[in-house]
T-cell receptor, first 113, second 116 residues
Framework: DAKTTQPTSMDCAEGRAANLPCNHS???????VYWYRQIHSQGPQYIIH???NNETNEMASLIITEDRKSSTLILPHATLRDTAVYYC??????????????FGQGTILTVHP | GAVVSQHPSWVICKSGTSVKIECRSL??????MFWYRQFPKQSLMLMAT?????????EQGVEKDKFLINHASLTLSTLTVTSAHPEDSSFYIC????????????FGSGTQLSVL
């Protein structure tokens, strides 16, 4: 699975959009981009995933560049409860390895009042 | 969405004792569950894949005789840390997903193990 690079930490004001970048320059054609987050002392929570088209759900939007070498997770109106570690993970879909997620260090997002 | 329940949330035990952690899928059948471990200030690392009705598959460097996994039903997998030592103190997390759904995984709330 392709390696990802994320900033170590980011700050965001409550109510503003949080834009979390992720570089995955070695991504393969069949690999998806997944985003999970982990609030302190809890299990990770799925946010969103995509292949090449931009995706949006009730939690966030995912913008993937045309060359697929980077992506941005957007939390449109960050709240204090969005403070967490955000993980960008690239892996192929399907097969028996679907649960084998390689978590990097992620980005610590701190939302402040 | 699907719910994965993990119990206990935290446990403190003496060195040399065994600890069992349960992971249940509450509203779906989980033929496969995944066990992760997270040390303080580090990221999650996959330990093993638990398969219903068959032996678990362990990642490289994880001792199968120390971390016993049982997946006897479609809704329950257990991880037993045998002869626990202080270096086994960690946050243990299980995950799974309903069969034939998209690729998102559901995680339990985790178990904080402290070995004295």
């Amino acid at each position: 699975d392709a390696k990802t690079t994320q900033p170590t930490s980011m700050d965001c004001a409550e109510g503003r959009a949080a834009n979390l970048p992720c570089n995955h320059s070695t991504i393969s054609g069949n690999e998806y981009v997944y985003w999970y987050r982990q609030i302190h002392s809890q299990g990770p929570q799925y946010i969103i995933h995509g292949l090449k088209n931009n995706e949006t759900n009730e939690m966030a939007s995912l913008i993937i560049t045309e060359d697929r070498k980077s992506s941005t997770l957007i939390l449109p109106h960050a709240t204090l409860r969005d403070t967490a570690v955000y993980y960008c993970i690239v892996k192929s879909a399907g097969g028996t390895s679907y649960g084998k997620l390689t978590f990097g260090q992620g980005t610590i997002l701190t939302v402040h009042p | 969405g699907a719910v994965v329940s993990q119990h206990p949330s935290w446990v403190i035990c003496k060195s040399g004792t065994s600890v069992k952690i349960e992971c249940r899928s509450l509203d779906f059948q989980a033929t496969t569950m995944f066990w992760y471990r997270q040390f303080p200030k580090q990221s999650l690392m996959l330990m093993a894949t638990s398969n219903e009705g068959s032996k678990a598959t362990y990642e490289q460097g994880v001792e199968k005789d120390k971390f016993l996994i049982n997946h006897a039903s479609l809704t329950l997998s257990t991880l037993t840390v045998t002869s626990a030592h202080p270096e086994d103190s960690s946050f243990y997390i299980c995950s799974s997903k309903p069969v034939a759904t998209n690729e998102k995984l559901f995680f339990g709330s985790g178990t904080q193990l402290s070995v004295l």
